[in-house]
């Protein structure tokens, strides 16, 4: 679900920057390989690195007023904070 | 009391020297953050101690630079005590080079440092069991966390002993190591831990390279994208000073307007970039991640001679050469840290990014990011291409890559605040000094004999060098451009714009490339110079200014032809 929401995104990115469409592709990667070999932390990392991404975009989008889907790699936030959740941290 | 500390890179020496000392001393989370010995105060009981962190080695074999200093220290300086920091996660290959001491008679104490995370990992150390064995003190820690610290002092006081067992070679080391530690460490069943998840992502053979393209595009948004309203704003307040001081008239406010804070602005400007870029590369760093992507691409780097430790100083060239070259400290094999320097002017850093954009947004403006782009590969090409010559001729030898791969952490804001400005700060005391020199002569020459830039030393030089630009169809102010850039890449625009050159009419679109590939390679800044002459000496210098002239000129040449023929 995650990876093809992630592949969707980098999909609509390409027009407007390709290097975040990949980010965006290696996201959904993460995800659908974390699907396949079905491993949390597959998951975790992803979720993380969308966050992550997520949050440098809407900075980006601060200072430059130049939106990027990637800002709504936040929505994955609650992911990662309960999966580290699960993994006891 | 003179205390030296020793021990393998990457156990926490530095942790325990800020521990014992209250010192700032920067840590990190990467081998070879010490590549000098450095030295702090601290007081035991009201007992002055000197503490020298030497950088971590594997051995006393002196093949390496690092290793000749620690041995040259201990033989020469006599200290009265040695604090052999050890990692409790790797003890047996940490112990190697615990049983090379016993040769110095130098009274040692071993201090077992990372207990917790050897705890997590399912690795408990019997720490008397331990001392019993090699007969000096075992002290175990937990020094970013202080865990330990007030029995290590004791210990300290107490003075240690000389270690009663010794290894000659390293046959007999590795085989005592493994003896010593199969009485000592137990392994209760190994956890999997939060390291062993991250290390299943970021090092996963599909996943890993993709991963890590994607974390260098995210610290490049940052560096550059969310630097900027800092940088616009900086960039303001220079020019309206500079404006405003020369404005005043005569010789002194033209020399401090137009030349000191012009030339000296004109680097600042770009310090939040400085910053922000080693803001995300410390972060990297401290939290475990950058040695797995050394790990990463060894195997790709190797084919050019140089190693996985040659990705960070290219890297950090990205957004400035002279740091660069001095994060090139933690490279151990001395012939790919010159190769790595050698290349590092190559990849092309911020300040010539101004002159692609003036450029390639004039006369190719459909295709202006990528011919940017095409630059930037260029760079990354050539260096490559050069590092594989040189390795294979001046600079011929074996690359490997030894390293430990330290535990994940999440970095403190205070370690992350400490590691970045203490390296932005290096930056502005060496490129700040040169720039300031750079910024007078130029004002100099572009100012006298005659007062106006036609009559001037600058116009008269750009004449005479003129004719052997002229393959390239480029006129006097435009070699004039050239020449200032040797004092900072950034002035080039800066030099175009003050002799008002007409970008599109003075290029035809052959000459317009092969004067953006011109500036990517030829000679490096005056501050990268310093930092190559600093880290690699003058020989090394003058053969880098020489290389990378001729191939630029022969590259350019090549592209006149192609241009010509097209």
């Known amino acids: ?89 | 009391m003179k205390v030296a500390m020793v021990g393998n890179p990457n156990v926490g020496k530095t942790a325990i020297l800020n521990a014992l000392t209250g010192g700032n001393f920067t840590v990190g989370n990467f081998p070879g953050v010490t590549v000098e010995k450095k030295e702090g105060i601290g007081v035991i009981n009201g007992k002055k101690i000197v503490f020298v962190d030497l950088p971590g080695i594997y051995s006393f074999e002196a093949t390496s630079l690092d290793e000749k200093i620690a041995r040259d220290y201990i033989f020469k300086e006599k200290p009265d005590l040695i604090l052999n920091v050890v990692s409790a996660v790797n003890l047996e290959r940490n112990l190697y080079l615990t049983l090379q001491l016993a040769e110095f008679g130098i009274p040692v104490i071993l201090v077992v440092n990372m207990v917790d995370e050897a705890k997590k990992r399912g690795i408990f150390v019997d720490c008397q069991k331990l001392s019993e064995l090699l007969g000096v003190p075992v002290v175990e820690t937990v020094a970013i966390k202080g865990t330990g610290v007030e029995n290590l002092k004791k210990a300290i006081l107490g003075g240690g002993k000389v270690p009663k067992v010794y290894a000659h070679d390293i046959k007999q080391r590795i085989k005592l190591a493994e003896e010593i530690v199969n009485e000592v460490v137990k392994f209760v069943d190994k956890k999997y831990t939060f390291d062993d998840v991250l290390d299943e992502v970021f090092m996963d053979k599909h996943l890993g390279i993709p991963i890590f393209l994607s974390l260098m595009w995210m610290v490049f948004v940052f560096t550059y994208t969310i630097a900027e309203p800092f940088t616009s704003a900086l960039d303001r307040v220079f020019s309206d000073l500079a404006a405003f001081i020369a404005s005043n008239g005569g010789v002194v406010s033209s020399l401090l307007g137009k030349g000191i804070i012009a030339g000296v602005g004109s680097v600042l400007v770009f310090v939040p970039n400085i910053l922000f870029l080693f803001i995300a590369l410390a972060v990297l760093e401290l939290s475990g991640y950058m040695p797995r992507a050394v790990y990463l691409l060894d195997s790709i780097m190797s084919k050019f001679g140089l190693n996985g430790r040659s990705v960070i100083p290219m890297m950090i060239g990205f957004g400035c050469n002279v740091p660069a070259i001095l994060a090139t400290r933690s490279i151990e094999d001395e012939k790919v840290r010159i190769a790595t320097i050698l290349i590092n002017p190559f990849m092309s850093c911020s300040a010539r990014l101004p002159i692609y954009v003036l450029i390639a947004g004039t006369l190719f403006p459909a295709i202006g990011s990528v011919v940017i782009m095409g630059l930037y590969l260029t760079g990354v090409v050539l260096a490559l291409f050069s590092a594989f010559i040189f390795r294979n001729t001046l600079l011929k030898g074996e690359t490997e890559l030894i390293m430990e791969l330290p535990p994940y952490m999440l970095p403190s804001f205070r370690d992350v605040w400490r590691l970045s400005w203490s390296r932005t700060k290096h930056f502005l005391e060496k490129a700040g000094t040169v720039i300031l020199a750079a910024s007078v002569i130029i004002w100099f020459i572009t100012n006298y004999p005659g007062g106006t830039m036609e009559s001037s030393y600058a116009a008269m030089m750009g004449k005479l060098l003129q004719p052997i630009f002229a393959p390239f169809g480029w006129n006097w102010q435009i070699v004039l451009a050239l020449i200032s850039g040797f004092a900072a890449k950034e002035i080039v625009v800066a030099t175009l714009g003050v002799l008002k050159v007409n970008v599109a009419t003075a290029f035809t679109p052959a000459s317009a490339i092969a004067f953006m590939l011109f500036t990517l390679l030829y000679v490096p800044c005056v501050a990268t110079m310093a930092a190559i002459k600093a880290e690699a000496g003058t020989k090394w210098t003058l053969f880098v200014i020489a290389y990378s002239f001729t191939l630029a000129y022969l590259l350019a040449l090549l592209v006149m032809g192609v241009g010509i023929w097209l």
Request: proline share 1%.
């Open chain 1, 1 to 89: 679900m995650l990876a093809v929401f992630f592949a969707i995104l980098a999909i609509l990115e390409i027009k407007n920057s390709v290097i975040d469409a990949f980010v965006l592709l290696t996201i959904a990667a993460t995800f659908l390989k974390g699907a396949i070999v079905k491993k949390k932390s597959y998951e975790l990392v992803g979720s993380m690195l969308a966050t992550v991404f997520g949050v440098l975009m809407i900075l980006a989008y601060m200072a430059t007023k130049e939106f990027s889907f990637g800002i709504l790699g936040v929505v994955t936030l609650p992911i990662f904070l309960i999966d580290l959740k699960n993994f006891k941290l």
